[in-house]
């Protein structure tokens, strides 16, 4: 356990999630990634897909448990996030005995400001039966701590929002880790929030591999990672050790974010902005294109 001091920077805490995270002090986050273990109940082996298990701690609880456990662990965040904050929370919609499982039953029970639901298309295709169309799909929640009165936030600006609320990548292949999401993913949440401001804290209370905490230590950014399994800890501390190795990785994210002219630059010069545009004598073909955004 960390001792009420900087200790907790830049290292990994081996611990159950919640007791370490109510050890940390208020306001001290300023973007957070996680994807928590799904309860997923550790039998969902066939012929596609072997049982899910994690090093060192269950996925096997009641749901009412698990859902429970995760408002305290989301409202533990909430209060060691800074004002104007956020945190992305990867996770799953679940299917049970016919029963949909939806995070947002429990997210929307915290304390947090749900910001945006982003679907991540993790492109795995497969030639399967089943009662239902083949989940590939995963959530990423982006949560929001209100600054004051401001809930809704500052605006993200133009080369970040470009990339839309349907994010596409393979899961990371190669890491000794049953769910590992790709270095992309926190890549992007962190640097759409904190853009290219030079302080600032990052966490991953369930950190399984060190993914998020690679993603921070290449952007410059110090971090708090948290995992109940030691084997997992000691993983994640030798990757960032060669986190050099993963860098070329970042910077194909980060030349994602790139807009060669802004709304407000096109809009000031007359060029086509959809129907806001200045210039009222379009032709048929703009005509066309204008009613996309209508």
Same mark, same amino acid.
């Given at each position: 356990m960390p001792k009420m001091n900087k200790d907790y920077l830049n290292n990994i +805490?081996? #611990? *159950?999630?919640?007791?370490?995270?109510? !050890?940390? /002090?208020?306001? @001290?986050? *300023?973007?957070?990634?996680? !994807?928590p273990p799904y309860n997923k109940g550790e039998n969902k082996k066939g012929w596609l897909v072997a049982n899910v298990k994690y090093i060192g701690a269950s996925d096997k609880l009641p749901e009412d448990l698990y859902q429970q456990r995760q408002i305290e662990v989301l409202d533990e965040i909430y209060?060691?996030? %800074? /004002?104007?904050? !956020?945190?992305?929370?990867n996770h799953k919609i679940?299917? $049970? =005995? #016919?029963?949909?499982?939806? /995070?947002?039953?429990?997210? =929307?029970?915290?304390?947090?400001? @749900?910001?945006?639901?982003?679907?991540? *298309?993790?492109?795995? &295709? &497969?030639?399967?039966?089943?009662?239902?169309?083949?989940? $590939?799909?995963?959530?990423?929640?982006?949560?929001y701590r209100p600054k004051g009165k401001q809930i809704i936030g500052e605006e993200l600006k133009p080369k970040h929002a470009l990339l839309? !609320? +349907?994010?596409?990548?393979?899961?990371?292949?190669?890491?000794?880790? /049953?769910?590992?999401?790709?270095?992309?993913?926190p890549t992007r949440c962190i640097y759409s929030v904190m853009d290219d401001k030079k302080n600032g804290i990052i966490l991953d209370p369930y950190c399984g591999s060190g993914t998020t905490?690679?993603?921070?230590?290449?952007?410059?950014? *110090?971090? +708090? #990672?948290i995992d109940i399994s030691q084997d997992y800890c000691q993983f994640a501390k030798k990757r960032i050790e060669n986190f050099k190795d993963e860098e070329k990785f970042v910077q194909e994210e980060l030349a994602k974010?790139?807009?060669?002219?802004?709304?407000? $630059?096109?809009? $000031?010069?007359?060029e086509f902005t959809g129907k806001y545009g200045k210039n009222n004598n379009i032709n048929i073909e703009n005509q066309s294109i204008? %009613?996309?955004?209508?």
């Open positions: +805490i081996c #611990g *159950d999630a919640l007791t370490v995270l109510k !050890s940390l /002090p208020d306001d @001290l986050i *300023d973007v957070g990634v996680t !994807s209060r060691i996030t %800074k /004002p104007g904050g !956020s945190f992305f929370y679940r299917w $049970e =005995r #016919g029963n949909l499982l939806h /995070p947002i039953d429990w997210i =929307r029970k915290t304390k947090w400001v @749900l910001r945006q639901e982003i679907i991540w *298309d993790r492109m795995i &295709a &497969a030639n399967i039966r089943g009662w239902r169309f083949w989940q $590939e799909c995963k959530r990423i929640y982006w949560l839309t !609320s +349907i994010w596409r990548f393979p899961p990371e292949k190669g890491i000794s880790h /049953p769910a590992p999401f790709p270095l992309a993913l905490l690679v993603a921070a230590k290449i952007l410059g950014y *110090d971090f +708090i #990672g974010h790139v807009v060669t002219k802004t709304f407000a $630059e096109r809009k $000031e010069k007359g204008l %009613k996309l955004f209508e």
